[in-house]
Structure formats: C-alpha cells, structure tokens
C-alpha cells in the first residue's frame, strides 16, 4: 500500500494543488481566503467567548478560552473536511472510474491532504492567535508532527471508506454530517475533558480524535510532550483503518464503473 501510494506522489500531489485552486476559482482573493476564513473564526470566537461572555477553559492557567477551542478546531477541520470530501471524491471524478489504468484509490488520500493542508492554514491563524494573546509560542510546538502523522493515517483509513460507500450509497453526505456533528461533540474541542464524569471518560479517551486535540493542546499550550500512551493508540487505530479501508476500497472498487 505504502509503496504504491508513493510511486503515484506526483499524481497525488498534483492533484492536491488542482482540488486547493479549484475551491477559490474565480474568486478575486483566490487562496486567500484560505486563511481569511479562518482569521475571521477567531475573531468571531475572541468577541463572543473572551469579551462578551468572558468564559475560561477550567483547566489551562492563564490560557484564553479562544485559544483553547481554537486549537481543537484546528485538526477537526481537517478531518471533518477530509472526511466529507471523501464521501463524494469518486462520483466528482466519473470521468476517470472507467479508465482501467487509472489509480483510483489516490481520491481519498486527495481528499485527506486537501483537508489537512487547509487545517495548515488555520494552523498559522492560530499560532499568530497564541503569540499574540499569550505571548509565548513553546518549543515543543515542533514535535506536531508526531501528531499529525497518526491523525493524517487515521483520516485515510477512513476516507477510503466513505469514499467507497459514497459510490453505493448516495446519502453518505448526509450520514457523514450528521456523524460528525455527534463525534465532534464527543470530542473535548470546546470543553476540558476534566467536565466529564470519571466514570464515563474512558469513552471519551478510546476517540482517536480526542488524543488528537489532547496532543495538539499539550504541544501548542502547555509546552508539554504528548501523552504517549494516548498517541499510542491513535497511531494504532490509524493503521488498522488504513489497512481495513484501504482494502475494501480495491475490493469494492471493481464495481464503481458498473454503479456510476
């Protein structure tokens, strides 16, 4: 799998800059509203939480509540959009189902780059945010990577199965907004997990997402190293995924042609 992903990075890569462009097409400020959207969120989120409702997250110190739901924010956009890309990634792309020579299942890993290129944007949104209001940026804030490689494994596992679902099932766009509107609120984005009753949290910590958004917080906030264990798990979650979505994505991928 690994292998073969690589010996098409060109295609995939290319295909990433086509999907970014195409997003802004015609538009006068082009790719710029790439990070303009995501500018205006925290100021949005700034007005409303730190000067009108004045609300603090309960744990994080001196942290401002913006910054701490904007840096859960942060990988939820790209999952949630590499994830609702995915669902439609093959019927956008009917021209290229029935050339037999033509990898197909490079569209899901399209769509989880996509997503996770857009997250960078708002990413840098963040980091000015974070300097800004506390000023300090922590070193650790270069070990992201080891976060964001178990989370861009886990978002491909599951895109190539909603993008194989997405052939056969038609309101897979539908079904997967409604899924995500539930998981992110299982999710500690914008609440502290210490809110959750101990006896319950142990749902809330077996969520890939949820040592996702821990890490991303531990790195960028508290300086901190992630917790290991919890990234463990995310990293193993992520590739038993892979491996399962990405095998039923060349099974089922057979019959795409005979369906679109």
């Given amino acids: 799998m690994v292998r073969k992903l690589y010996s098409h990075r060109e295609l995939i890569f290319s295909f990433v800059k086509r999907s970014?462009?195409?997003?802004y097409r015609?538009?006068?400020?082009g790719l710029l509203w790439s990070f303009i959207n995501p500018l205006f969120m925290l100021l949005i989120y700034t007005i409303t939480f730190s000067f009108l409702f004045k609300i603090r997250p309960t744990s994080g110190g001196d942290i401002p509540y913006t910054i701490f739901l904007f840096t859960g924010m942060v990988p939820w956009i790209a999952f949630s959009?590499?994830?609702s890309f995915s669902t439609g990634v093959i019927l956008a792309n009917v021209n290229l189902v029935k050339k037999t020579?033509?990898?197909?299942?490079?569209?899901p890993v399209v769509a989880t780059l996509t997503g996770?290129?857009?997250s960078l944007?708002?990413?840098i949104i963040l980091l000015g945010g974070i300097l800004l209001m506390t000023h300090t940026l922590h070193w650790t804030l270069l070990l992201l990577p080891v976060v964001m490689i178990p989370q861009l494994i886990f978002t491909a596992g599951l895109c190539w199965l909603l993008a194989s679902l997405g052939v056969f099932i038609r309101d897979m766009l539908q079904i997967i907004g409604l899924v995500l509107t539930?998981?992110?609120f299982m999710t500690p984005i914008m609440y502290p997990v210490e809110l959750i009753p101990g006896r319950y949290r142990w749902i809330w910590t077996i969520n890939p997402m949820y040592g996702v958004v821990e890490g991303y917080r531990d790195l960028l906030l508290h300086g901190a190293s992630p917790h290991w264990k919890m990234l463990l798990l995310v990293t193993s979650a992520g590739v038993i995924f892979a491996i399962l979505g990405y095998l039923w994505f060349m099974k089922t991928k057979k019959a795409f042609a005979e369906v679109v």
Wanted: glycine residues 12%.
């Fill in 81 to 83: 959009e590499g994830l």
């Fill in 116 to 118: 996770f290129i857009h």
């Fill in 20 to 23: 970014l462009l195409s997003r």
């Fill in 182 to 184: 539930g998981w992110m």
């Fill in 121 to 123: 944007f708002a990413l």
């Fill in 101 to 107: 020579v033509f990898p197909l299942e490079v569209l």
């Fill in 26 to 29: 015609g538009s006068f400020l």
